[in-house]
């Protein structure tokens, strides 16, 4: 099968908070696959995964999601796994998984090659997201499927306010360093102007507390990105934030995750972004 993606020069990425490929990384984004592959494996079996099938994922991480897409598009199909540090993307045993190194944002893609497209945890990274989602759609075949999975905190407003303002705070270094943690509620409108036709739109909210998965993840990821927070959380803020989920204390809400599925139509038509 021919690869979707030309020949390219090389182009430099663009440097990441969360890039490292160390144990603590490789750990985190485990937790983060064990906690998010079940919905995310749910959007996409929805989107009508099947035999046959061109999958393409964006920021692979680990690669449990090509993995699994790799078995449920069998022999017939083909999935390639994409990310920016093929670090984690090593041991995937596949003959119908193809590992690539791809920045999203320079790399190339060739109009209508996918049937599949999905990333997860990726756009909200990056400053051109919308760009991107246009780039995505044109590289889907026709009743193509791009899904899309991105956090929003907006869910965090549920918290305690010690809850919240961290959190602000946290949304606010983000801004600095052109994250969006409150993407995911703009996604619909962004696949829709790409010119697909949204077949599925829905957020669920974990609630986290001492000791659960979901409290080792945020406090992992605030540790891995300590550096360079200082400049923007005051220590008390922080402390704040490692307290909230002691022992006897109330399941704290965590951000949202939205995920939107959207289809390649005859009727509708791309409006590129400003």
């Not at 908070?17 to 959007?43: K, M, N, T």
């Not at 109009?111 to 945890?121: K, L, P, Q």
Request: hydrophobic share 45%; proline share 6%.
């Amino acid at each position: 099968m021919a690869s979707a993606f030309p020949p390219e020069d090389a182009v430099a990425a663009p440097p990441y908070v969360f890039a490292g490929s160390g144990a603590g990384e490789r750990d985190r984004l485990r937790l983060l696959a064990r906690l998010l592959d079940p919905l995310h494996q749910r959007a996409l079996q929805a989107a009508g995964m099947r035999s046959g099938l061109r999958c393409l994922e964006l920021g692979s991480g680990t690669g449990t999601i090509s993995a699994w897409m790799a078995d449920q598009v069998g022999a017939d199909g083909q999935v390639t796994a994409t990310d920016i540090n093929l670090s984690f993307l090593k041991d995937l045993p596949r003959s119908n998984l193809i590992v690539r190194e791809l920045d999203v944002l320079s790399d190339e893609m060739l109009s209508g090659a996918f049937d599949v497209i999905t990333c997860r945890a990726l756009l909200h990274h990056l400053p051109q997201w919308e760009s991107v989602v246009h780039r995505l759609a044109g590289a889907l075949a026709p009743n193509g499927v791009l899904v899309l999975i991105e956090p929003d905190a907006g869910a965090a407003l549920f918290g305690e306010a010690k809850h919240q303002r961290f959190w602000s705070a946290w949304c606010r270094w983000g801004q600095s360093e052109g994250i969006d943690f409150r993407l995911g509620h703009k996604l619909p409108r962004a696949v829709r102007l790409a010119g697909l036709d949204l077949r599925e739109t829905s957020i669920e909210v974990p609630f986290y507390c001492e000791g659960s998965p979901w409290s080792d993840l945020y406090r992992s990821t605030v540790e891995a990105a300590q550096p360079r927070l200082d400049p923007w959380l005051a220590p008390d803020l922080v402390a704040e934030f490692k307290n909230s989920s002691t022992v006897g204390g109330d399941p704290m809400c965590s951000f949202g995750w939205v995920t939107v599925c959207g289809q390649v139509t005859a009727n509708v038509k791309a409006v590129q972004p400003q």
